[in-house]
């Protein structure tokens, strides 16, 4: 047996594209094929797990499904709860609040730094764990693409850096400084995709006027246009990530 099938599987559930990687391998769809759960599915299918072997199963979700929001640092929460509330009043600053039939989440990736809350509909956290068991896999962590950059995108104590999410509708910024998480944006993105990118860009630096390095991660493997980037940013390092940076 190929040690490839006793590694984990990741996938990924896009509007316009889902995929899966089985261990370094991905598994490609079919030409066509729509993007959502029942493509996972066949996807699974096709690299079905030994049921006498536990797999790990982690899922990359689009931030479309997502409700999130920057937790500034407070010294006086002490306890769990109170950590719960707080995030809970930040979403219902942004307007994001969260009722019933939605999942609560909130970490902080440094002790002392901002951190980041992110709530997702429970119904399609149900529907992954019965597609998890349905193929004899152990679910382990459901991320919208944001929350899993915000915990795996490599951190240095640079002054400034911006990193850029493409999705079929929606570009996503995240900024951090010295280290640590201080802003999130977002623009919606239609036809004119590169409008809206220069839109989420003038807005980044009336926020930030100076960025060392931005770093730029597409949905689909493709590459950010670099062109409203370097003019934002003209002494910026630009990075072109690589597909799986979120894994």
């Known amino acids: 047996m190929s040690p490839l099938w006793l590694e984990r599987r990741a996938l990924g559930i896009f509007p316009g594209r889902t995929w899966l990687y089985t261990g370094r391998q991905l598994v490609s769809p079919p030409i066509g094929a729509v993007a959502g759960v029942a493509l996972a599915d066949m996807l699974l299918a096709q690299r079905p797990a030994p049921r006498w072997w536990p797999?790990?199963?982690?899922?990359?979700?689009?931030?479309?499904?997502?409700?999130?929001?920057?937790?500034?640092?407070?010294?006086?929460?002490?306890?769990?709860?109170?950590?719960?509330?707080?995030?809970?009043?930040?979403?219902?600053?942004?307007?994001?609040?969260v009722a019933a039939g939605w999942t609560m989440q909130y970490g902080y990736r440094r002790h002392g730094k901002?951190?980041?809350a992110y709530a997702l509909p429970v119904v399609e956290l149900e529907r992954l764990r019965t597609l998890a068991a349905a193929h004899?896999?152990?679910?382990?962590?459901?991320?919208?693409?944001?929350?899993?950059?915000?915990?795996?995108?490599?951190?240095?104590?640079?002054r400034a850096a911006l990193l850029l999410l493409a999705e079929a509708g929606r570009?996503?910024?995240?900024?951090?400084?010295?280290?640590?998480?201080?802003?999130?944006?977002?623009?919606?993105?239609?036809?004119?995709?590169?409008?809206?990118?220069?839109?989420l860009m003038r807005r980044?630096?009336?926020?930030?006027?100076?960025?060392?390095?931005?770093?730029?991660?597409?949905?689909?493997?493709?590459?950010?246009?670099?062109?409203?980037?370097?003019?934002?940013?003209p002494d910026a390092v630009l990075q072109t990530l690589d597909h799986r940076s979120w894994e």
């Open 114 to 116: 901002a951190g980041m």
């Open 55 to 97: 797999l790990h199963l982690d899922v990359t979700l689009s931030d479309e499904i997502a409700r999130m929001v920057v937790l500034p640092w407070q010294d006086t929460l002490r306890t769990a709860a109170q950590q719960m509330r707080y995030a809970e009043a930040c979403l219902e600053d942004v307007g994001a609040t």
């Open 136 to 158: 004899h896999l152990r679910l382990r962590s459901v991320l919208p693409v944001a929350a899993a950059a915000y915990w795996r995108y490599p951190l240095a104590q640079r």
């Open 204 to 233: 980044s630096q009336a926020q930030a006027s100076a960025i060392e390095r931005i770093g730029s991660w597409s949905f689909d493997g493709g590459a950010v246009p670099c062109d409203p980037l370097a003019a934002s940013y």
């Open 171 to 199: 570009y996503t910024s995240l900024r951090f400084e010295h280290g640590a998480l201080a802003a999130v944006d977002v623009q919606p993105a239609g036809a004119e995709r590169d409008l809206a990118l220069r839109r």
